[in-house]
């Protein structure tokens, strides 16, 4: 499987954005997906993810309200919007594939990663 993010760029405190993941192989209908960040001189974080089907998502506290999570498997592309966004926001984004799960926590039960996308919003 092989992701590709891209939407991220500079914003303002209280702006949007809407990240977007694509993913080619394996069959984009059979797996979970998430969205990790990293922001600078910190370790990566959890964000959200959600089930093969879309049925079940899943935020970290300090994104929920805030994010959305959603995948289009039609177009075998996972989105991130992003609205209310705060400096604290700041960071690479990534989107990472959970094939055994429903989208977990954990980074190291994604097997499969794309290139990051970072999002900087200003204050």
């Known amino acids: 499987v092989q992701l590709q993010a891209f939407g991220g760029g500079l914003v303002q405190a209280g702006g949007s954005l809407r990240l977007s993941c694509v993913a080619s192989g394996r069959a984009f209908n059979s797996y979970a997906l998430g969205w990790f960040r990293q922001p600078p001189g910190k370790e990566r974080e959890f964000v959200a993810s959600?089930?093969?089907?879309?049925?079940?998502?899943f935020y970290a506290d300090s994104v929920k309200g805030r994010f959305t999570i959603s995948r289009d498997n039609a177009k075998n592309t996972v989105y991130l919007q992003m609205n209310s966004l705060k400096p604290e926001d700041t960071a690479v984004y990534s989107c990472?594939?959970?094939?055994?799960?429903?989208?977990?926590?954990?980074?190291?039960?994604?097997?499969?990663w794309g290139q990051g996308t970072l999002v900087t919003v200003s204050s």
């Open positions: 959600i089930s093969w089907s879309g049925g079940r998502t």
């Open positions: 990472a594939v959970d094939a055994q799960g429903i989208g977990s926590y954990y980074a190291i039960e994604y097997e499969y």
